[in-house]
């Protein structure tokens, strides 16, 4: 009788595993498909409502969560573009080729164009509506609309500084 009990458990217990075993192995759920304008060529800028990306087909494409075009904008040099997520969905272009940075609201409208020295490599909001463009040595401050009000050079990585909107660059301690 202990040994019916103990094959029972034993066989129960195998089985458990085998279970396990087969749902690890399955592939995981597509839960929408969708055709892009081209090849991705950037990293999705990610927003509450979806992403956007920049295709080698000379576009922006910007998707919500379920995999719906929301909008797709031309730009001219795509392998030379970034794109930086900002506050309130906006997101900020940048066009190394043209040295300009635009501000593009949620329904794809360019609302800016400016001229910029340098490569960004981040971008983010002030609190009041001031976008700061940054790499590892410079960052420049750009108005709700688009006049550069300041640039400077940093020795240090603009991370790790308190920005002023006047132009005030502190270490945070």
């Known amino acids: 009788m202990k040994k019916f009990f103990f094959l029972m458990i ?12 087969n749902q690890s192995s399955e592939k ?16 999705p800028a990610k927003f509450y409502y979806g992403f956007c990306v920049i295709t080698d087909a000379r576009k922006i494409d910007c998707l919500n969560y379920e995999g719906k075009k ?8 795509p392998r030379e573009c970034q794109i930086f997520p900002l ?7 940048s066009d190394n080729s043209n040295n300009t940075v635009s501000l593009i ?4 409208l360019r609302l800016w164009e400016a001229e910029i020295t340098f ?7 002030g609190d009041d509506g001031r976008i700061y463009v ?12 688009g006049i550069k009000k300041w640039q400077k050079n940093s020795d240090i990585n603009p ?7 006047f132009g005030k660059l502190d270490t945070e301690n």
């Not at 929301?70 to 040099?77: G, I, N, P």
């Not at 609201?105 to 794809?108: A, D, L, M, V, Y």
């Open 159 to 165: 991370d790790l500084l308190k920005i002023n909107p």
């Open 87 to 93: 506050d309130y969905e906006f997101l900020l272009l």
């Open 28 to 43: 995981p759920v597509m839960l929408w498909q969708t055709v892009l304008s081209g090849k991705v060529l950037t990293e």
């Open 70 to 77: 929301l909008w797709e904008k031309e730009v001219s040099h």
């Open 119 to 125: 490569k960004p490599e981040k971008a983010r909001s």
């Open 105 to 108: 609201n949620p329904s794809g």
């Open 134 to 145: 940054y790499n590892e040595s410079q960052i420049a401050c750009y108005g709700i609309n």
């Open 10 to 21: 034993c066989l129960i217990f195998s089985s458990f595993l085998f279970s396990e075993e």
